[in-house]
């Protein structure tokens, strides 16, 4: 009975999946956070020792390396095999399954690490979501291209920079000298930032420029 509940769940996570209703359940997001901060006092090292065997059974089981309902999910399946496997092995060598409870115990025991051991290569090939969210300090001292009017003083300019991640940003951009005028198409360096505005350089030598 146990394993066949296990497996009627992960038959239902699988169509709450595909009806696309998963997140409320669980966010796709494989971090866990497991709240265990520990000032480094008196009790510091010893929580330090059980933050570090909890990560380490977490690790075990492939609990965190992909999204929890796919775990979950996993778990369920492997699960029930186990438990099925365990009550025909037993049928056959003592004439009787185990009792339901005992049989559920171990199945779980031997289902954790087997499960953990089946995550690894489904995490290594399974699309990750990632954000590349970054502050917008981490854009000055990167290369920018006008892309709309001319940047003087008081009077910013479009500009598009691309992050280290990759992805476009759009910002404005005033010169950094006073007496400068940044045109559009032109090639600059942002060296500041003021709230919303960023403050620019133009290349003083083709040598300096964005490869």
Known sequence: MPFAVALALMVMLAVVQVLGAGDLIAGSDADVDLGLEADIDGDGLEAIGADGFLDGLLSLIGFGRV??????????????????????????????????G?????????????NG????????????????ALPLDHLVGRDATIQIGTARLGSPARAKVIDMFGQPHFVMVEPHEASAELQEGENVLLVRRDGETFFAKRYESPLLGPE
């Open 67 to 100: 999204p929890f309902l796919i775990w979950l999910a996993m778990f369920l399946f492997v699960f029930s095999g186990v438990g099925v496997s365990i009550q025909a092995l037993a049928q056959t060598m003592l004439g009787n399954p185990l009792h339901m």
């Open 102 to 114: 005992l049989a559920a115990v171990v199945a779980g025991l031997l289902a954790l690490p087997i």
């Open 117 to 132: 051991g089946l995550v690894r290569p489904v995490a290594a090939i399974l699309p990750r979501d990632q954000t590349t």
